[in-house]
């Protein structure tokens, strides 16, 4: 509805805001007097305007320069973008649209508009798929920079000017939690575009200046312990301002399980206003210059971004690669590592794979919209065009701990884990915290208690309470005696678990104790052994 979006919009202006992004449906053809009345009354001396409308940017251009002219005052220079690009339809969708043209004389139709109009940018490289899909920093750098040269190749052949070309390039990037990292990342990918034109021989220094938009990261965004996501949110966002982009959107924290609401939206607005209002981080140009830690990390980027972009051009170039499978293979690989890595706990997410909100259940609406979302990721969108190769899939560090802990919220009651505290003191209580967090990561309800005399007494308590699951926590030294104690007094549907790795494990592995859960174990692959024997899937 262009009324309500020229709404909002206007709203978002007069609340601080000071760039409008319009997103319009997939292959839609907006009208010029959709354009206008979503223009209404918006300054364009004031606001940037970008334009995304995917699969069919290059349709829309023709729509907009009506539309400008016949706005007339302030619009003859608009500032802001159109958002074509080919090569990131190509890696959302898998197919590679050529009915309205080729892929050369269509990126020759957006520069053309950008000539017309040299403050709308019009050739975007989107380097947020990359990261969105499981790549890692340096994979980020090589494959968007990559993707940004492809254009370069097809419009210079053609007999375009190399620094209108390199000028009407705009660059999306997501940014992720590794404060750090994500500064050095933004400082490096300058570096290498800048090495990059100068190879191509562009004279202009102030045309290899690259334009960045970053977005706040969907990869590590969580469902469970969403409030999380308003400190990722603003870690992320200080981490590419104080890298010197030029435009941000931070997300509202509710984005991966439901449509933002006012709240989501006026705590994501208001985090960019606090950074740009009252810690002033758009006054100080390279405030991260002269860190010896982040010059030292930029460096190795650089080196490593710099090899991993040489390979991809010495295997054709991005469009050859990427149709070949080799980009998706490449990031697939790492992603998966990095899913092991949150599995086994070597990385954290925090309010998910470590200390969980205990009292937390989803519902059941948020439930089906998440896996609705993920289904929707997982197939390409309807097209007339056959697919050319195999898509990047957009996926959340979390999203597997979330699918194991929907399936125990969809219970009508959560099974209960006990904590049979028993023998040294100092042993018991840490080992009976470590395993609450451990096995609320399912969802299941978790009994912390102070100690017990007895194994009898703590399964007597237990039973009263119903536990499907007796933790025996104790010290190493301990659990020789009490394991072999306890086995013979359990009864049948009930789950023996000992918190820790002792020495004694192979002996009570043979009195019949299946499940040793330590910092050593796999955190999911344990979890989903539980709702096993539990039935739960």
């Not at 520069?111 to 017309?116: E, V």
């Not at 989107?126 to 370069?152: I, K, M």
């Not at 931070?250 to 606090?274: G, K, M, V, Y």
């Amino acid at each position: 509805d262009v009324a309500k979006a020229n709404a909002l919009a206007i709203d978002f202006l007069h609340r601080g805001a000071n760039a409008i992004g319009f997103v319009f449906p997939v292959h839609s053809e907006p009208t010029v007097a959709d354009v206008k009345a979503l223009l209404k009354d918006i300054d364009p001396s004031t606001a940037e305007v970008v334009f995304i409308n995917p699969g069919r940017a290059d349709l829309l251009l023709p729509t907009l320069e009506k539309a400008f002219k016949e706005l007339g005052s302030g619009w003859e220079k608009p500032r802001g973008a159109v958002e074509f690009s080919q090569l990131a339809w190509l890696c959302r969708t898998g197919r590679l649209c050529q009915r309205h043209g080729t892929p050369v004389a269509r990126a020759q139709k957006a520069l053309a508009f950008y000539k017309q109009f040299p403050t709308m940018q019009t050739l975007m490289v989107d380097g947020r798929l990359f990261h969105n899909a499981g790549a890692n920093v340096v994979q980020e750098l090589a494959y968007t920079l990559s993707e940004a040269v492809q254009y370069l190749d097809w419009l210079v052949e053609a007999g375009e000017d190399l620094g209108t070309v390199a000028t009407a390039i705009r660059f999306n990037f997501a940014v992720g939690t590794t404060y750090f990292m994500e500064m050095a990342k933004f400082r490096a990918v300058k570096y290498l575009w800048a090495k990059i034109l100068d190879a191509y021989g562009l004279q202009d220094k102030a045309k290899m200046e690259m334009q960045i938009h970053a977005e706040t990261s969907r990869f590590y965004e969580t469902v469970y312990d969403p409030y999380i996501n308003l400190l990722r949110h603003a870690t992320e966002g200080m981490s590419a301002i104080l890298a010197g982009i030029h435009s941000m959107t931070i997300n509202p924290f509710d984005t991966a399980f439901e449509a933002p609401a006012e709240f989501s939206w006026r705590i994501a607005r208001n985090a960019q206003l606090l950074m740009r209002e009252e810690s002033h981080f758009e006054k100080v140009i390279d405030p991260a210059g002269g860190s010896y830690y982040i010059e030292t990390i930029t460096h190795e980027l650089i080196a490593h971004a710099w090899e991993h972009f040489c390979q991809v051009q010495k295997d054709g170039g991005f469009l050859q690669a990427f149709q070949e499978g080799k980009l998706q293979k490449s990031i697939q690989e790492l992603a998966a590592t990095r899913m092991k890595r949150y599995a086994t706990r070597r990385d954290t997410l925090l309010g998910t794979n470590q200390f969980p909100n205990f009292i937390e259940k989803a519902k059941p609406e948020v439930m089906a919209a998440v896996e609705q979302r993920e289904k929707a990721c997982q197939s390409s969108c309807a097209h007339a065009e056959t697919p050319i190769c195999e898509p990047l899939r957009p996926i959340r560090g979390a999203q597997q701990f979330e699918h194991l802990r929907f399936a125990t919220d969809k219970l009508e009651e959560q099974p209960l884990a006990f904590m049979l505290a028993i023998g040294n003191l100092a042993m018991r209580r840490a080992r009976a915290q470590f395993s609450c967090n451990f096995l609320a990561c399912a969802g299941f309800k978790v009994v912390d208690n102070i100690g017990f005399d007895s194994i009898e007494q703590g399964l007597t308590e237990a039973r009263k309470q119903h536990a499907k699951i007796i933790v025996l926590c104790s010290s190493d030294d301990e659990y020789a005696e009490l394991g072999k104690a306890t086995v013979p007094l359990m009864q049948p549907g009930e789950i023996l678990v000992v918190a820790g790795a002792p020495e004694c494990q192979p002996e009570l592995e043979k009195e019949g104790i299946k499940y040793f859960i330590s910092v050593k174990s796999n955190l999911l692959d344990t979890l989903k052994e539980f709702q096993k024997d539990l039935g739960i899937c």
